[in-house]
């Protein structure tokens, strides 16, 4: 072979590599959910949050997930929210899933919100029977926790897809948090929810985008 | 004489219509979907995998199909098919000639140990990708520009590439081109299944990187259960690709001893060896005995994920113990596996470069077995915390500690050779001294982790991140340089640019050392291993690792542009003996003929025997027939 | 051996060992007293105490070993060149059974001893030195049957800690009584964790179905950093938090009311237990 067509096969294998890194970096690596703003401004914002059982569509249309609603009333599959620093969060939760219980019933207790106490379809509560508990929404870092307490197993027009409506059958569970200095601070839920898992832990319970995600304070 | 043997010229369309890598590929794919499709009528109904959108069972068995028609695609199938039809048996395939035998199955030793080279080397290169892009994530202590989760996947595919992989990084090449030709023997014991075990590393890097289109695997190279158990569908990819390296490494291992017990030529008796081989042996006991280990842990794993068995998860009588005590009952060898050859390399150059025999031969040898022996005793010391039982840790502290002694003998036969020799630095002798500088810090900081009281302050820190990457890249990678820019003249007959690689020599020795021996400060003030977040007063060291890290991957791409440069465009032939070596393979003319030796060769001497007055040659030849009991 | 056709050999051997011991002796005290009192992880407890000592002196031990072997390599690349462009051999030495026989004996003896003196720490000066030692710990100190009990539970991905004796509350919060010996339990939920506080030089796995004990005697008042020292999935690397020694008077005080204030919850919480298999296994659908 001449120089120049050695040339041009060495090129174009190294076309073929960078590019494939390029793909690799572009189409894996970097992947995350969208970054959705909560609702408002000012020293109160508002999160409204959605726990499905079943997210209904590809590519894992049985895992459960959470969905946040955009500051124009959409309801996007992210878990990445941004919200300001030194201000107060009022984070409301339809919750739409139904009950398993806290694999460690410790987290029944709301923690890090203000006044300690969260507001489950309308009651202040204090604590939660734990076996009652769908979902967590803790963010262990700024010392939040909260139990979302989960829909009767026997509750009529249960949700399957998302995203759900009011229609369908949830609690509401909604909290305040303060939020302190700006940072990045990740939440999870605590419940072993991931059906079908070992130990309830694996697929979306380990996946930023259903049941993780991250907390930017700006 | 030598070029008798029959090479077959077959049109460019015979050549690509027939059994090769691309037949493997399609007939691999196929397998692997007529896998999954018999995978996912199994497994209707299972109410364990309801619900997670993922069906283990297909993929392994969409994996264990897709290797059947690997192997048929190359064409492993034709020859026992072919003795099962009758036909009479061969010893040697009618082997294509030209480039295209690089890329189907052919059972000349030395053809295997190049295929080994480009397809064991270019896993290497993604591994070290992935350790760019880690540095990368770690510049800022928080997760940027990769989340949590595919950080963690960078992580594990980082670490089985670098050690599933190049497992056989030295020795794939290395001891499949040059043990039968050290020995004087024209093939290993089992050509065919030295074919296999090269095809399916290939096929275990091309599995492992499937993890990525199932979003990765969770747990690190060292594949822990339970966390394994409850990880998405990439594990199951990480289980199947060190499967099939288990396998490969069992069959090599046991083909490489087999071929050094029985097939040495007259005269080589086992203290003529050259030190490579006996390296090169005892890496093959650890192969053989410790590799099956890993595919039984790997197959407990396999069914805890897809047949809802329990043997890694407590609540249910299984223990988390059995996969760790398992795994690093393999792993601990592993580590040998990856340091022994280079230790017979560097032994090897040694000589050549300083004109002195070995010194001290018989320590070399009591080295290599002593480790060898003593690594499958010491393997709870990366369990010292773990909670087993504690009162076997001062026994383990002890073995792990004598294990310095043997390895402390290689530095001593280092030191006595150099003593009083007549140095000449090139680029294999610069990369051999190299690696006696990088594994004495690494070995050395292994002394901190066998000590129990300090190996409760850096277990499971970067301490011990650096002290692996000091041994296993300061030691194997810079090894394999080493013997590439050594051997890589007789093996395909070209010269590599000089100039290139002492740039890549200094580049890589100055800062390998400068990205690594901060770590060991990193470890010591607390930061974890695997992690992607970490105190933020600990970004200015971690920026100037990863700027370190930057400039030793440069040094990785000129390298690169050497061996291309050197290949495809100079084409400088290579003279027969340019290192003046008096080491049987450097007798032979460069190319290496086909059937190696016109005849088998007579061994007289040891290959170290420099500086002796009118020492014969280390073998002849043209030996005159020698009669039968002398 | 010192003269070879009638060229006086140089004394390499004699040269090296001056260089080395030489920088010997100004490196191993620097190791000792300039860099040792700052080696991991402190003297904020025994155990870390044990394992700063065990440190110092395993660097001062290997300074000398390292520079042996770096002076002759530096000594060998300077020295023992190729002269010109002729290659030449060197003299055709292949062994010498005294310097074998000595640096075996030498080697030997010195990791012999190390094995010893780390055993000895472990069993006897400082037993545990801080490791996880499972559930029936061979090394305990002594007072161990009256050392406080504290659980650490890990856990996809937290760090809860329950106080048996006071009536096994659970809280995010840990706190250790100084100069008081506390036995951690440490056990996991889920996957394998490990639970690394550094300054109180305590590492010990946390494995689902396991009890792992470890001792520790803080010495003084102040906070340390609790991490993972295990890959446990998503977020290992955000396993951290803080943990404080205080005054036992304290700890007492903050105990039992803690104990009183958590008491409405507690009928959820569970008995305390040495291991838990919490349900669910597998979530069902």
């Given at each position: 072979m001449s120089v120049a067509a050695r040339a041009l096969a060495v090129g174009a294998g190294v076309a073929v590599g960078a590019a494939l890194i390029a793909y690799y970096i572009v189409g894996y690596l970097t992947v995350t959910p969208p970054v959705v703003a909560a609702t408002g401004s000012g020293p109160q914002t508002h999160l409204t949050l959605q726990t499905v059982a079943s997210y209904g569509h590809d590519p894992h249309p049985d895992w459960v997930s959470y969905l946040v609603k955009d500051p124009q009333g959409t309801w996007v599959h992210s878990t990445v929210f941004r919200v300001p620093a030194h201000s107060l969060v009022k984070v409301t939760v339809l919750q739409y899933d139904t009950a398993t219980g806290l694999r460690n019933p410790f987290w029944g207790q709301p923690e890090g919100t203000v006044g300690g106490t969260m507001t489950v379809d309308g009651k202040v509560l204090h604590q939660l029977d734990p076996d009652l508990a769908s979902h967590t929404f803790a963010i262990p870092e700024l010392g939040v926790s909260v139990p979302l307490k989960g829909v009767a197993d026997d509750a009529k027009n249960q949700c399957s897809v998302a995203p759900c409506t009011l229609a369908e059958a949830h609690t509401t569970v909604s909290f305040v948090i303060r939020t302190g200095k700006p940072g990045h601070y990740r939440w999870q839920c605590f419940v072993p929810c991931a059906a079908g898992f070992i130990l309830g832990f694996g697929g979306p319970m380990q996946s930023l985008g259903w049941m993780d995600g991250v907390l930017e304070v700006v | 004489?030598?070029?008798?043997?029959?090479?077959?010229?077959?049109?460019?369309?015979?050549?690509?219509?027939?059994?090769?890598?691309?037949?493997?590929?399609?007939?691999?794919?196929?397998?692997?979907?007529?896998?999954?499709?018999?995978?996912?009528?199994?497994?209707?109904?299972?109410?364990?995998?309801?619900?997670?959108?993922?069906?283990?069972?297909?993929?392994?068995?969409?994996?264990?199909?897709?290797?059947?028609?690997?192997?048929?695609?190359?064409?492993?199938?034709?020859?026992?098919?072919?003795?099962?039809?009758?036909?009479?048996?061969?010893?040697?395939?009618?082997?294509?000639?030209?480039?295209?035998?690089?890329?189907?199955?052919?059972?000349?030793?030395?053809?295997?140990?190049?295929?080994?080279?480009?397809?064991?080397?270019?896993?290497?290169?993604?591994?070290?990708?992935?350790?760019?892009?880690?540095?990368?994530?770690?510049?800022?202590?928080?997760?940027?520009?990769?989340?949590?989760?595919?950080?963690?996947?960078?992580?594990?595919?980082?670490?089985?590439?670098?050690?599933?992989?190049?497992?056989?990084?030295?020795?794939?090449?290395?001891?499949?081109?040059?043990?039968?030709?050290?020995?004087?023997?024209?093939?290993?014991?089992?050509?065919?299944?030295?074919?296999?075990?090269?095809?399916?590393?290939?096929?275990?890097?091309?599995?492992?990187?499937?993890?990525?289109?199932?979003?990765?695997?969770?747990?690190?190279?060292?594949?822990?259960?339970?966390?394994?158990?409850?990880?998405?569908?990439?594990?199951?990819?990480?289980?199947?690709?060190?499967?099939?390296?288990?396998?490969?490494?069992?069959?090599?291992?046991?083909?490489?001893?087999?071929?050094?017990?029985?097939?040495?030529?007259?005269?080589?008796?086992?203290?003529?060896?050259?030190?490579?081989?006996?390296?090169?042996?005892?890496?093959?006991?650890?192969?053989?005995?410790?590799?099956?280990?890993?595919?039984?842990?790997?197959?407990?794993?396999?069914?805890?994920?897809?047949?809802?068995?329990?043997?890694?998860?407590?609540?249910?009588?299984?223990?988390?113990?059995?996969?760790?005590?398992?795994?690093?009952?393999?792993?601990?060898?592993?580590?040998?596996?990856?340091?022994?050859?280079?230790?017979?390399?560097?032994?090897?150059?040694?000589?050549?470069?300083?004109?002195?025999?070995?010194?001290?031969?018989?320590?070399?040898?009591?080295?290599?077995?002593?480790?060898?022996?003593?690594?499958?005793?010491?393997?709870?010391?990366?369990?010292?915390?773990?909670?087993?039982?504690?009162?076997l840790r001062p026994f383990y502290m002890l073995t792990t500690e004598l294990i310095s002694i043997p390895t402390g003998f290689i530095f001593l036969n280092a030191m006595g050779t150099l003593w009083r020799g007549r140095i000449r630095f090139t680029v294999p002798m610069l990369f051999a001294l190299a690696f006696f500088f990088n594994f004495l810090i690494g070995g050395l900081s292994g002394i901190f982790l066998s000590d129990v009281p300090s190996d409760v302050t850096t277990h499971g820190s970067y301490f011990v991140m650096a002290h692996f990457h000091y041994t296993i890249m300061g030691g194997l990678v810079f090894a394999f340089f080493a013997a590439t820019y050594y051997w890589l003249p007789k093996m395909l007959g070209f010269t590599l640019h000089e100039g290139l690689a002492k740039i890549h020599f200094w580049l890589m020795f100055v800062f390998f050392n400068l990205t690594f021996f901060p770590l060991f400060a990193a470890g010591f003030v607390g930061m974890p291993r695997r992690v992607s977040t970490y105190a933020p007063g600990l970004q200015p060291l971690n920026d100037f690792v990863s700027a370190s890290a930057y400039v030793l991957g440069f040094s990785m791409l000129i390298f690169l542009a050497n061996l291309v440069y050197s290949l495809v465009f100079a084409r400088v032939p290579a003279p027969d003996n340019p290192w003046e070596s008096k080491s049987i393979e450097w007798q032979l003319p460069t190319p290496v003929p086909v059937l190696d030796f016109d005849r088998i060769p007579v061994f007289n001497t040891t290959p170290y025997e420099y500086g002796v007055e009118d020492a014969p040659p280390v073998a002849s030849l043209e030996p005159s027939p020698v009669p039968v009991g002398s | 051996m010192s003269e070879v056709r009638g060229q006086r050999i140089p004394r390499h051997g004699v040269r090296i060992l001056v260089v080395w011991a030489v920088l010997s002796a100004i490196a191993i005290p620097l190791v000792l007293l300039v860099l040792g009192p700052h080696l991991p992880p402190g003297r904020m407890s025994n155990e870390a105490s044990a394992q700063t000592d065990a440190n110092a002196r395993l660097t001062a031990l290997l300074t000398p070993i390292l520079l042996l072997i770096l002076v002759f390599l530096a000594y060998a690349v300077v020295s023992f060149r190729q002269e010109g462009s002729a290659i030449q051999d060197g003299p055709p030495m292949r062994g010498h059974n005294g310097v074998e026989l000595t640096w075996l004996l030498v080697t030997a003896t010195i990791v012999v001893a190390l094995a010893v003196w780390g055993s000895y720490t472990l069993v006897r000066s400082s037993p545990g030195a801080g490791g996880g030692q499972g559930p029936s710990a061979a090394f305990t100190p002594s007072g161990s049957s009256q050392a406080v009990p504290i659980q650490v539970i890990g856990q996809q991905w937290a760090w809860s800690y329950r106080y048996p004796t006071y009536g096994g509350f659970e809280t995010r919060d840990l706190r250790l009584p100084v100069n008081t010996l506390v036995a951690f339990h440490v056990t996991s939920l889920d996957v394998t964790h490990s639970f690394w506080a550094y300054r109180l030089g305590v590492k010990a796995d946390a494995v689902p179905g396991v009890d792992n004990i470890a001792f520790v005697k803080a010495r003084d008042v102040g906070s340390f950093t609790i991490r993972c020292a295990e890959l446990c999935g998503l977020w290992h690397g955000h396993m951290f938090g803080t943990g404080h020694v205080v005054p036992a008077a304290d700890f007492r005080s903050w105990a039992s009311q803690q104990q009183t204030t958590q008491q409405p919850f507690s009928k959820y919480l569970g008995p305390y237990s040495r291991t838990y298999f919490p349900l669910p296994l597998h979530r069902a659908g």
């Open positions: - | 004489m030598t070029d008798s043997f029959q090479r077959e010229h077959r049109s460019l369309w015979q050549g690509v219509l027939g059994f090769n890598v691309l037949t493997a590929i399609v007939l691999g794919i196929v397998g692997f979907f007529v896998g999954a499709w018999i995978g996912g009528k199994i497994a209707v109904g299972h109410d364990y995998l309801i619900g997670t959108d993922q069906n283990d069972v297909g993929m392994f068995m969409g994996y264990l199909f897709g290797t059947l028609g690997w192997l048929a695609g190359l064409g492993f199938l034709n020859y026992p098919l072919s003795r099962m039809a009758g036909r009479p048996p061969s010893l040697r395939h009618h082997e294509f000639g030209g480039v295209g035998r690089y890329f189907r199955l052919c059972t000349d030793h030395k053809v295997v140990g190049i295929q080994y080279f480009f397809g064991v080397g270019i896993f290497f290169f993604i591994g070290g990708l992935n350790a760019m892009l880690m540095r990368t994530e770690l510049l800022r202590p928080t997760e940027h520009p990769f989340s949590a989760g595919q950080y963690l996947s960078l992580v594990g595919l980082h670490g089985t590439m670098m050690i599933m992989m190049t497992s056989a990084f030295i020795v794939g090449p290395f001891a499949n081109f040059l043990l039968p030709l050290m020995i004087g023997a024209r093939r290993l014991a089992f050509p065919r299944i030295e074919a296999l075990t090269f095809w399916l590393t290939p096929l275990a890097g091309l599995v492992l990187m499937s993890a990525i289109a199932r979003n990765g695997f969770p747990t690190g190279w060292t594949g822990y259960a339970p966390l394994a158990d409850e990880a998405r569908a990439g594990m199951d990819a990480y289980i199947f690709a060190f499967i099939l390296i288990g396998t490969s490494l069992t069959l090599l291992g046991l083909n490489l001893l087999t071929t050094v017990l029985t097939m040495r030529a007259p005269g080589l008796t086992w203290s003529r060896l050259p030190i490579f081989v006996w390296g090169v042996a005892s890496t093959a006991i650890l192969m053989a005995l410790a590799a099956p280990v890993l595919v039984a842990a790997m197959l407990m794993g396999l069914m805890d994920r897809a047949a809802n068995t329990g043997y890694y998860i407590a609540s249910i009588g299984g223990s988390p113990y059995l996969y760790e005590n398992l795994f690093w009952f393999f792993g601990h060898p592993e580590v040998y596996i990856l340091a022994l050859p280079g230790f017979g390399i560097v032994l090897e150059i040694l000589p050549v470069f300083a004109r002195k025999p070995l010194w001290a031969y018989r320590l070399a040898v009591a080295g290599m077995l002593g480790v060898a022996l003593l690594s499958f005793m010491v393997w709870q010391h990366h369990l010292f915390v773990s909670g087993m039982n504690a009162s | -």
